[in-house]
């Protein structure tokens, strides 16, 4: 079974189209994180939700704006997309906080590419 | 603000041992991982460390010392499929659920 999916794995789109990512964890963890990968594979933190409460929210343009109707899911909405979104953004999951060692579980990725 | 260091890539012979560093400056570190990522593939968790010391786990091994600021990871026996990423990430500050990474240590692996 796939602890943390997301839909779809490769989009390729027009600039200022509007487009969504899905995530899903089957894993009950509280918390949920959105990352982005650039082409030099710098991983970065966008965002992260706790119980469906935002508790992070990195310097992102306000075009990306992330949604969790539950706490097993948190979707990634991205407006106007620019040349500069191109990346692979991973989605996470983890039980409660990073200092106490739990440990994100990475979905496989959604290669973002705009034309 | 948070600055992590470590070496963009690094080439080692199948069989033989290799030390990935890390230097990280953080205020209130309160952790440090490591993460494996083969190319195209989603990160995947290696190792944690919050006290001094060294931590094993099989071939792989993770050190930590607060006061320098410095992990390193050491991996034993190298294999072809140890050929990935290997990143290290800092956790700070009280009940944070943030990670901050290094730009990640590209390992080849070779015969």
């Known amino acids: 079974d796939t602890a943390v999916s997301q839909t779809p794995k490769y989009l390729v789109t027009q600039m200022g189209n509007d487009k969504s990512i899905k995530c899903e964890q089957n894993?009950?963890?509280?918390?949920m994180y959105w990352y982005k990968q650039d082409s030099k594979k710098f991983l970065k933190i966008m965002f992260s939700?706790?119980?469906?409460?935002?508790?992070i929210n990195e310097t992102v343009p306000n075009r990306f704006s992330p949604k969790s109707p539950d706490k097993a899911h948190l979707n990634l909405h991205i407006n106007s997309l620019e040349l500069g979104d191109s990346a692979v953004y991973f989605c996470?999951?983890?039980?409660?906080?990073?200092?106490?060692?739990?440990?994100?579980?990475f979905g496989p990725g959604t290669r973002l590419t705009v034309l | 603000g948070q600055n992590i260091d470590q070496p963009t890539e690094m080439t080692a012979t199948e069989g033989a041992i290799v030390q990935i560093n890390c230097t990280y400056q953080?205020?209130?570190?309160?952790?440090l991982f490591w993460y494996q990522q083969h190319a195209g593939e989603a990160p995947t968790f290696l190792s944690y460390?919050?006290?001094?010391g060294l931590e094993e786990k099989g071939r792989f091994s993770s050190f930590l010392s607060r006061s320098k600021g410095y992990s390193y990871l050491l991996l034993k026996e190298l294999q072809m499929k140890d050929s990935a990423s290997y990143l290290c990430?800092?956790?700070?500050?009280?009940?944070?659920?943030?990670?901050?990474f290094g730009k990640g240590t590209k390992l080849s692996v070779i015969p």
């Open positions: 953080t205020s209130g570190f309160n952790g």
């Open positions: 894993l009950g963890h509280d918390t």
């Open positions: 990430a800092a956790i700070s500050g009280a009940g944070s659920y943030q990670l901050t």
């Open positions: 460390n919050v006290l001094d």
């Open positions: 996470a999951s983890s039980q409660g906080a990073g200092e106490a060692g739990n440990e994100q579980f």
């Open positions: 939700y706790n119980n469906k409460e935002l508790i």
